[in-house]
């Protein structure tokens, strides 16, 4: 029963005077019970300015009146949700932003590029019946199309078999030339429920079209049945079969024809798909299309059916909406069985087919506008735990997923906790439990992007020539280290750059994730990411904030001493924590790369989670070359001298240029790259003497300050050793091996002596040998 | 693209863009006023809105194709000099618009100097154009963009003799647009009228405001007369008698939208004033005729100030009511460029054109305050 108009809500009643109100209504009817809908509608009649030459007739070529009757039905969720919009049901439906709907019920226009609902709530009904007032008015002066929005691609009604394809592949196929080509088509097919089966179609079609031309040729015949396949299951077929690319030919006077009138969708049939593709001019490509099919499928013995898809390459005026190219794609899909390959002749049923763009890279990059591609196959990511998977996934979602990933580990049940991979449903999640690289490169594969996944052990190609060729090929121009391992960092820093030019780029994580660390080698790998680590451990030192957060939380001490690295085990923090550090890596890491070929220095970025938990603030640090200073009694070993550490120097020498002065070293020792790196030096004490032949390193407060610098550091820094300067450029005194002995003596582990002289460093190793070739 | 026509809200004053499907531009007139630069005036400010519509050439200075002056008013080119470069094109700098191709009548200019003081727009307009017209005495060639001018009319005693290609004679169609052969636009100049050998017709003339007068049909959405257009300055009633008497019911009179002359003026339809004769005045049956020549549905459109009921002349409620009867009979609209729906902002009124003649593009309507007030603030409200 429906209710009277006494119960027509006041919500809707207040709404109708509005309506009465605007400018471009006449007149409102009363509210009526639409049992359709099972809610409240009323006709508002628009008024409609005609082209000039058409007012006295009263109705627009196309068919739309001066005067239109429009059905506003409310529906029961009103106001949460907007009335729906339905012209009376003669309204023409040639136009291109008409609604899809079935040809029974009234049209429906697409009055806005969005959603109806929203612009409800945004900016209420009035913009509502502004937009269906301008709608109607471009409807009836034919200006619904507009160019710089782009073209409005045919709309077609409760399309219901999708299928995937290459886009831009396709149209690049739409040459100048008219012709027909046949593609690869893969296919699943099932029976649709017995009461939803309208126009004599009785299932439901999905599959992809491939990029490879499929070469039908009637002289093999059997041939074709690599081309043709069924394999029935219950109420379900999959299997092979091809797709028609059938694109226009020319026009009148020889030039490319373009469709510039829009056209309804209205076939059903082998006829109907006739009459539209000459509507586009590619009637004549479709026929040889056909007429090949029926040549070559003319001997072959099938028994079965398949469905075939065929796509009209319409040529537009202008783009589409939406897209840079003018092409339009409109498929439709049939079946054909063998020999007689249309079993119905012109009346063999055909049906509108929804194509939408596979996953690929372009599709990916360009809706995570990336206007250039990274050369994602140079890109090798090692590390492909929490912070790794992470990073690879963003690239990989942007369409630059890393060409290869390597980690030495299995997924466990913990990482589900952070990784950026889920766990999928299974038995005992053996699924699960796989090495790290192989799901990290499988989901990559899944955004259709080659990735090669190496399951090794990084850290052992220092001594493993042979896997080192395999980890990093010539190719690979950067190495995303992503693990937190200081054995594998050190590994990379060991490779001599003449055997591995690709830059490494580091991320990692400290202090629970509350300070995040990215750098880049220079040039020639110089400062390479041993240089970058130390100097960051120095910066994270010198930054008041940082600096407990670093090297004083308790337990540092306990779990590698530099904070090093989520190892999942020791870093309890949350998978947001690591999405935030892994998301403003990755935009820096896509800058980076970018920026690589054209940067000589290395990069340091200091990330800092601020104390309101949510903000990152990251510094920049440019890092000049390091310079590089050989042994005067060892060949294997080296000194590293920062650029910080230099400018001290220089500074101390010029203070004193009549007497030679020094200092102590700090930094960071490299057992497997065998070098000392001197990130900073502590001036020497006031104890000290200096005279024109000789610096007399004193010793007053030194054992506490270096104790306090190096606790500050948590040990991560430490002395090295001395440094001291020459006024004319000879190397190492007498006098200078005599005080390294002593060093060596009282030190377990080896030192070094850095000696400054006009015509550059000089060094002396120190260790436990020395003595003892003294002795 | 489809052709386009614009024209600006400036009050009583011309200013209007053709734009041709294939993206030329003419521009008939300029009214922006001074105060129109000045944001604490609600003028519109039309120069920003023509700028809009304008595009760059290749060193990025707007361009019009074509500058049309009907005649030398200062309603008609008040801020040319301000707003477009008269000199060398080579020297017009990044800000200014650049005209490519004059269109000037010398003879209107020579009529409307014997009634009054030409203004400095008018003034700096003429001698742009003497520039053109001398370069082209002495190259013999139609100049480069930036030089190139067409002389509408022939002159008195022979002084428009010898300029050939660059002058168009009365009743002879403009074949070439900005230096190349037009097929967008057919224009047919049906004024100002010659020169006279009696000196007293050559006085009336002079005192009814000689304009250009120009008949364009112009070709959109495929169709080559989507749209006659009839434009003529200021002409008045005497102008329109002669034409009458010309061409008749002959196409060239024709439109799908007419610009009134003068502003909506009383004084293009009749010898009599309208105040003077409290509303009772005559109307001339040959001027009248000559501009209501209206195609099914057109058009007719007053550049003016809004329109009173009052004594007010340009523009003259009077006009109205004789143009009115026109649209009425077939059933076309008048259209005020001052007029504006409550509370919206003055816009620039634009046609679209189509093949079915022209489409009004109208504006969104403003959601009434009311929706959000009701009745606050709109009268005193009594609260006991």
Known sequence: MSPSSLEFPSGIRRHLNLIQQHPRVLEVGTPFWCDNEQCFAVIAEFEIQLPSRRRAAGVSRSGVRGVEPVTLIFPASYPLHAPKIYLRSDFPRTFAHIQPGRPDAPPEPCILDGDLDELFHAQGLWSILNQLADWLEKAACDRLIDPVQGWEPVRRDNLEDIVVADLGFLRSQCLRQPQHNFFFFEYLKFLKSKDDRPHNKPTHLNGQIGNQKAKLSPARPEGLRQYFSRDPRQEMWVGKSIAILATPGKDSVGKPYIASQYEAETVTDIQSLYAQAEKYGCEQSL???FSWLEKCARKLLAN????????????RPFHLIGESSNIELVPYWLEISFPQILSDGEATPVFPLGLQQTVSEDLLRSFSNEPEPLEAKSITL????????????HLARAGQGPGTVIDKGYLSPHNAARHALLP???????????????????AINSLEQQTKALLADVSQIGHDRELRKTLFPKRIKTIINATASITV???????????????????????????????????????????????AYQLMHDDEEIRPLVFQQPGAAQYNATGQGCGSLTMRISDARVSQFAASMTQGITGLIREQSAQNIGLLFLGKLEVDGIS??????EVAPVQVVSMDNNVDWHIRVSDCAHQKILAECSKFPTVETGGILLGRVSQSRQSFFVTDVMSAPSDSKRMPEKFILGVEGVPEAVAEYMEATNNTLYCLGTWHSHLRPIGPSAEDYKTAAVIAKLQAMMSAMLIYTPDGYKGVFADRSMVYSNE | MKSQITFFPVDNGDMTLITLENGKKILIDVNIRGRADDDDDDAPDVAAMLRQRLPHDAQGRLYVDVFLLSHPDQDHCRGLAKHFHLGEPGSCPNDKILISEIWSSPMVFRRASRHLTLSDDAKAFNAEAKRRVNLFKQTRLIGDIGDRILVLGEDENGKTDNLDQILVKLDQQIHHVNGAPETAVHTRLLGPLPPSEFEDEEETLSKNNSSVIVHFLIASDGTGDACAFLTGGDAE????????????????????ILQTPHHCSWHSLSHESWGDTDGKAHVSLGARNALAQAKTGAFVIASSKPIEDDDNDPPCIGAKREYEKTTRRVGGSFICTGDLPQGQKAQP????????????????????????IGAVGRQPLAHG
């Open chain 1, 287 to 289: 026929e040889n299309a």
């Open chain 1, 424 to 442: 999928e449903m299974g038995v005992m999640q053996l699924d699960w439990m796989r090495p790290k690289a192989h799901a990290v490169a499988s």
């Open chain 2, 237 to 256: 009633v005497v102008i329109w008698e002669k034409l009458w008497d010309k061409y008749g019911e002959h196409p060239w009179l024709q439109y799908d």
């Open chain 1, 304 to 315: 079965f059916s398949v469905p075939i898809v065929v796509i009209l390459g319409v040529r």
């Open chain 2, 349 to 372: 009124l634009s046609f679209e054109l189509d093949k079915d003649g022209l489409c009004l593009i109208r504006q969104s309507q403003p959601s009434p305050k009311s929706i959000f």
């Open chain 1, 489 to 535: 960092r050190e590994a990379l820093a060991q490779v001599p750059v003449h055997e591995m030019k690709a830059r490494v780029l580091e991320t990692a994580l400290f202090a629970q994730g509350q300070v995040g660390l990215m750098s880049l080698e220079g040039r020639g790998r110089n400062p390479d990411t041993l240089d970058l680590l130390a100097l």
């Open chain 1, 616 to 621: 990152l603030n990251w510094q920049r640090h």
């Open chain 1, 382 to 393: 090692i590390g492909c735990g929490s912070l790794g998977s992470k990073i690879a996934i």
